[in-house]
């Protein structure tokens, strides 16, 4: 089976940090187009960052802060994330692509509040 689970989400200050990870089984990771998005109450889904065989990209509100990584030994992608903001408050999910391939984690939440 193809499964993907977030951990790492919580309640955070403004200006901290967290690390997201996704946990893939039934593939590997490494070979996948693997994503992140987010998705605050009221708003549009949003993607916040990719990583492939060759690049990572970022969304603009994101780059600087986020670091997007695989772990290939443990079959994991993560979000390192950093000077967290209010505007960061959302579930974040992990999502894989390959080839016909198109797996979604039941996503983390993360609260970025005082």
């Known amino acids: 089976q193809v499964q993907l689970v977030e951990s790492g989400g919580g309640l955070v200050q403004p200006g901290g940090s967290l690390r997201l990870s996704c946990a893939a089984s039934g593939f590997t990771l490494s070979t996948a187009v693997m994503k992140w998005y987010r998705q605050a109450p009221g708003k549009e889904r949003e993607w916040v960052a990719t990583v492939t065989r060759t690049y990572t990209i970022y969304t603009d509100s994101v780059r600087g802060r986020f670091t997007i990584s695989r772990d290939n030994a443990k079959n994991t992608v993560d979000l390192q994330m950093g000077d967290l903001k209010p505007e960061d408050t959302a579930i974040y999910y992990c999502?894989?692509?390959?080839?016909?391939?198109?797996?979604w984690g039941q996503g983390t939440q993360v609260t970025v509040s005082s």
């Open positions: 999502n894989a692509n390959l080839g016909a391939l198109n797996s």
